[in-house]
């Protein structure tokens, strides 16, 4: 584990997992899971995440040398946010 963050749970996890999904696949990236928690990889970025009750638990495992870790929890947050119903 390189490192770990939380985002905002949103009100309809369903809803917001398929469009999490369709967003990162695409990027060329994959989601394997569903809304309690699962695999993220995209970018040479990888990790799992877990749904807990208020938020989400994600863990990256695995990132490029150059990404800098906030530019990595950025850019995770935004697309949970921008996907988010």
């Known amino acids: 584990m390189l490192f770990s963050f939380k985002v905002n749970r949103p009100a309809d996890l369903k809803a917001t997992f398929i469009n999490v999904k369709k967003l990162i696949e695409e990027s060329g990236g994959s989601l394997v899971g569903d809304e309690h928690s ?3 990889s995209s970018h040479g970025v990888e990790g799992t ?8 638990e994600i863990t990256v495992n695995k990132k490029p040398t150059g990404y800098p870790e906030f530019a990595v929890k950025s850019y995770i947050t935004k697309v949970f946010k921008k996907c988010s119903v």
């Open 49 to 56: 995440y877990k749904v807990k009750a208020n938020s989400i």
């Open 38 to 40: 699962g695999q993220i």
